[in-house]
């Protein structure tokens, strides 16, 4: 009959109980060990690792430049995301079309504006940028 047995934090799996004792079949690279004098092969258990490369969302901004200087007070934000994802520039929300593309129009002061860009996936997964625009007008 299949038993489950954990020895020294591994899992053994798909085990027969014989007289008493333990016999594992190696599925992957099993080691011997003696278990109350019976002989018992243990298999250790894989853990599946996650590819955080491969999830992570990406968020660019192709206009303004950081550090640009523009002479309005307000400015289109443009950039490439998931598709679908929702983006927040400061207190705009939008999202991205099925390219991953997005614009929303921003007001500015007159000045340094902090602008902060953040993507999230439906995953809950999220992106963020932030940089800096300057508004020159001549009021």
Known sequence: MGRTLAIGGLLLIAGMFLGGGWMVKDKINSKSETLNSKQVELTPTVEPTLDLAAQKLTLS????????VVKAVNVTVKGKTAPKAEVSINDVDTKADLGGNFSAVIKLDEGENYVVIVATDDNGDFAKLEMMVNSETFE
Do not use: L
């Open 61 to 68: 901004v192709s206009s303004p430049a950081d550090g640009a």
